[in-house]
């Protein structure tokens, strides 16, 4: 690891396998199609730069991120590409979005009429439409109409886009997903115009709706990190960007009978040796994690005791030397197991990570 980063626990990123992820997805699936790469909550927690710069090398056309701020720290960083903020901004930061070149979304006439007020050098905007998922977007065409309207006649704002989300295009069962579609493509036929990117399709969408030919651009997020929580029949293998690794920082010998950790909730069945890892419930890795499985040279070791804010505890099958690597996803534990253990999705696990836990580039592990 760089000698600037002081923990024995770090997450390893794969920044080449995410480029080849893009790669692949473009080749096989968007082909001409833009890709937005969604670098929202730090890329998933890969790091927004880093990750950005990347994937812009990758093929990807432009950057999506869920508010001013991410936006910001990738333009402050020298990235030049566009940029689409998918969140709401208050009204009042619109000076803030022009002043760094950010593309917002527009979806409701109350946020429009407030943003008049603010108005001042031209910013780029995307219309959203929501075609049945219930979150951000204008219901009706008729609303859509009057936003475009009150947009055109307005020097400050210039459209650029128009796009929509789906809310169930990681199902097998693509009844709901077409659905939204259809609604989506009935609104542009209504509407009669162009955009420079017209785009619907995440991740799941991107694949299952490959063939279509309505929208122009697609937003890529989760496959682009190697990921996958639902089946998908590709015809290249995604590669997992993200690995959590930590070290055994003390062990110890334990008889049997004896207990472990708050609530000493753990009883040792026979002798044997616990061994502390410095990861913690602090660093996102759950108190629930708990009874789960580690990976260490070869073996797969319980977590016994309650997860600590700042360390765990494992049963070892042997005495192993402080410093030894301890694997908690990655080659041999899958993200998506772990997700599948905790009862939640991989983005969850992904994302809670604190950012207290550094981030070392393949390259750079020793």
């Known amino acids: ?21 893009v790669q692949n997805i473009k080749q096989y699936y968007t082909k001409e199609k833009a890709i937005f790469a969604v670098v929202k909550a730090d890329a998933y ?30 333009r402050e960083a020298g990235i030049q590409a566009p940029i689409l903020v998918m969140g709401k901004i208050a009204p009042h930061y619109l000076a803030v979005a022009q002043k760094y070149l950010l593309q917002v979304t527009v979806s409701d006439w109350e946020w ?9 050098a031209k910013v780029q905007v995307h219309l959203k439409f929501d075609s049945g ?17 009150r947009l055109d006649a307005h020097e400050s704002f210039e459209v650029v886009g128009l796009f929509t989300h789906y809310a169930t295009s990681d199902d097998t069962n693509q009844t709901d997903l077409l659905e939204q579609y259809t609604r989506f493509i009935a609104l542009l036929d209504e509407l009669g115009m162009t955009f420079t990117y017209i785009h619907a399709s995440n ?18 997020g989760i496959l682009m990190y190697g990921v996958a929580d639902q089946a998908l029949d590709l015809p290249f293998t995604l590669k997992p960007a993200m690995k959590l690794f930590s070290r055994l920082l003390e062990v110890k010998a334990v008889t049997a009978g004896e207990r472990v950790g708050y609530g000493l909730t753990y009883t040792c069945p026979q002798d044997g040796y616990i ?29 016994v005791g ?34 599948q253990e905790l009862g939640t999705i991989s983005y969850e696990v992904m994302c809670a990570i604190d950012m207290r836990v550094p981030k070392v580039f393949q390259s750079e592990v020793n």
């Open 45 to 74: 927690h890969h790091g927004a730069v880093a990750v950005a710069l990347a994937v812009l090398q990758a093929g990807a056309t432009g950057l999506c991120v869920s508010n001013l701020d991410e936006g910001i720290e990738l």
């Open 306 to 339: 309650r997860v600590c804010m700042d360390q765990l505890m494992v049963w070892l099958p042997k005495k192993y030397p402080a410093m030894t690597i301890v694997e908690l996803f990655g080659k041999h534990i899958p993200i998506q197991q772990v997700a």
């Open 1 to 21: 690891m760089k000698s600037a980063i002081h923990r024995d626990t770090w997450l390893e990123i794969d920044l080449a396998a995410i480029q080849e992820n």
């Open 203 to 220: 991740s799941y969408g991107a694949i299952r709706l490959a063939t279509e030919k309505r929208t122009n651009a697609v937003r890529l």
């Open 275 to 303: 061994g502390v890892v410095p990861i913690g419930y602090a660093d996102g890795w759950w108190r629930r994690n708990q009874g789960r499985t580690v990976y260490i040279d070869g073996q797969f070791c319980e977590i």
């Open 112 to 120: 429009l009429e407030q943003a008049l007020m603010y108005e001042g």
């Open 133 to 149: 998922m219930n979150r951000l977007g204008a219901k009706t065409s008729a609303e859509l109409k009057y936003l475009l309207e």
